[in-house]
């Protein structure tokens, strides 16, 4: 009987040899097939390397690319105790000499004792509350017209402008005390009233009722010899780009304000750089490399794309920038950032800072000129390499292309081989078929051979 599963009488596995036959058949295919798409895979992991590598060091030269990346202001003072100060990038480097006479402050007034404590009543009707131009009012009931209700009403009063009340418990009662959170001598508090809430009015001609703790004032400084007030303690707009926070006031001692070049922003920068080509010159280095350790070469070892690519960021790194204005800097070497053996960039420290410090504008102009500058000139040609339709676009576009086409080849293949399995199974099914009615017949023939008479010779 077959062993196939079919009916008939043969002894062949139809199933495992048409397996075979079909296996046998589809194996140079499928190996055909496998060696194009690891090849491609390969290649399109290799270029997706190369953009993702190409853009990261673009993004990096997007801090470089102009001028202004090095426009940076740093700021000192000889005693940060009475003044300092922070400095935009339109700030002219040099000293300023302050002299901080007063400080701005913001009043602070104390009622006259309430005997009864926080709880005493402080009478009914309105206070009208004014701190400065703006005003606001707030109204005590008989139902809560304690002392402490006036200090409640007038802080949660929601158009208040800023002023806060506090209940300070002393020996001789309670006193409301009013402070303004806005400092300068426009802010002046005034407090007036209708009703029976006459102990808590105050303004400049009715002092009896408050003791002034401190007074509403402007700050008052000297820069470079001229006088100017402020109603807060940071001075904005006398000296160009800078803005002066007065810490104390010391009448007589002048303190010095150096607004310099931000030189350590400028080295973090240049060393960015730096690590980030390393990096780019990593990948590079794998992609189009040969490593003589391990024999292996690069996926993309000798490809005119990627030489070229190589070709145009070296030489843009070498060349000289006459644009930076300075005999002394006009390359990378110049402020001690060298090519390596291997292809990568080190820093030289100590020569930048020389640079920097003698050369800032021109280490700035080398860097960020536009069109000529080296992060500038190496930006736009990164962006020209990413761009849709450049090489690279195309070179993706086209492995993806192909990648299609393989993946529709092996279906092809898989519908194929269907097809001749079906034919295979057919074939032999009818061999299988006919052997069984062979063996059948040969069986019959047998039996009949078999039931003839014996004849004897006897």
């Given at each position: 009987m077959a062993t196939s599963g079919i009916t008939g009488g043969s002894q062949i596995d139809v199933q495992s040899l048409v397996a075979q036959l079909v296996a046998a058949e589809r194996k140079?295919?499928?190996?055909?097939?496998?060696?194009?798409?690891?090849?491609?895979?390969?290649?399109i992991s290799a270029t997706s390397a190369l953009l993702g590598a190409l853009s990261a060091f673009q993004s990096q030269l997007n801090g470089l690319k102009t001028t202004t990346a090095f426009s940076g202001r740093a700021t000192s003072s000889t005693d940060a105790d009475i003044a300092t100060a922070t400095a935009t990038t339109?700030?002219?480097?040099?000293?300023?000499?302050?002299?901080?006479?007063?400080?701005?402050?913001?009043?602070?007034?104390?009622?006259?004792?309430?005997?009864?404590?926080?709880?005493?009543?402080?009478?009914?009707?309105?206070?009208?509350?004014?701190?400065?131009?703006?005003?606001?009012?707030?109204?005590?009931?008989?139902?809560?017209?304690?002392?402490?209700?006036?200090?409640?009403?007038?802080?949660?009063?929601?158009?208040?402008?800023?002023?806060?009340?506090?209940?300070?418990?002393?020996?001789?009662?309670?006193?409301?005390?009013?402070?303004?959170t806005k400092t300068g001598a426009a802010n002046a508090i005034t407090v007036a009233q209708t009703g029976t809430l006459n102990r808590l009015e105050y303004s400049s001609t009715n002092t009896a009722n408050y003791t002034q703790l401190r007074g509403a004032a402007d700050a008052t400084v000297v820069i470079a010899g001229y006088t100017t007030t402020s109603p807060t303690n940071v001075i904005e707009n006398v000296i160009d780009g800078v803005s002066l926070n007065l810490v104390s006031?010391?009448?007589?001692?002048?303190?010095?304000?150096?607004?310099?070049?931000?030189?350590?922003?400028?080295k973090d920068k240049v060393n960015s750089f730096v690590q980030?080509?390393?990096?780019?010159?990593?990948?590079?280095?794998?992609?189009?490399?040969?490593?003589?350790?391990?024999?292996?070469?690069?996926?993309?070892?000798?490809?005119?794309?990627?030489?070229?690519?190589?070709?145009?960021?070296?030489?843009?790194?070498?060349?000289?920038?006459?644009?930076?204005?300075?005999g002394a800097v006009q390359t990378l070497a110049d402020i001690g950032i060298a090519t390596q053996k291997d292809g990568s960039l080190k820093v030289d420290d100590a020569k930048l800072t020389?640079?920097?410090?003698?050369?800032?504008?021109?280490?700035?102009?080398?860097?960020?000129?536009?069109?000529?500058?080296?992060?500038?000139?190496?930006?736009?040609?990164?962006?020209?390499?990413?761009?849709?339709g450049a090489a690279l676009?195309?070179?993706?576009?086209?492995?993806?292309?192909?990648?299609?086409?393989?993946e529709k080849k092996s279906a092809d293949i898989d519908t194929r081989m269907a097809?001749?399995?079906?034919?295979?199974?057919?074939?032999?099914?009818?061999?299988?078929?006919?052997?069984s009615s062979l063996s059948s017949t040969s069986a019959y023939l047998g039996q009949q051979i078999d039931s003839l008479p014996k004849w004897s010779t006897d």
């Open positions: 140079p295919l499928d190996d055909q097939v496998t060696r194009a798409t690891t090849k491609v895979t390969t290649q339109s700030a002219v480097p040099g000293r300023y000499d302050v002299e901080v006479q007063s400080l701005a402050s913001a009043q602070q007034l104390s009622s006259t004792a309430f005997v009864g404590g926080s709880s005493a009543v402080a009478g009914t009707g309105q206070l009208t509350i004014s701190l400065g131009s703006s005003s606001f009012n707030v109204n005590i009931g008989a139902s809560a017209n304690t002392l402490a209700d006036v200090r409640n009403a007038i802080n949660s009063a929601t158009d208040n402008p800023g002023v806060t009340a506090t209940i300070i418990n002393a020996s001789d009662g309670a006193h409301l005390v009013l402070t303004s006031a010391e009448p007589g001692t002048t303190v010095g304000i150096d607004v310099t070049y931000d030189k350590a922003a400028a980030a080509y390393n990096s780019l010159r990593t990948m590079l280095t794998a992609l189009g490399g040969y490593n003589s350790t391990t024999k292996v070469a690069g996926p993309m070892l000798g490809d005119s794309m990627l030489a070229g690519i190589d070709s145009e960021i070296r030489r843009t790194l070498s060349e000289p920038v006459a644009a930076a204005g300075n020389a640079a920097l410090n003698s050369n800032f504008d021109a280490v700035s102009r080398l860097f960020g000129t536009e069109e000529t500058g080296v992060a500038s000139r190496l930006y736009s040609q990164i962006g020209d390499r990413l761009a849709d676009d195309m070179r993706t576009e086209s492995l993806q292309t192909q990648k299609r086409a393989l097809i001749v399995q079906k034919t295979y199974l057919a074939q032999f099914t009818r061999l299988d078929t006919l052997l």
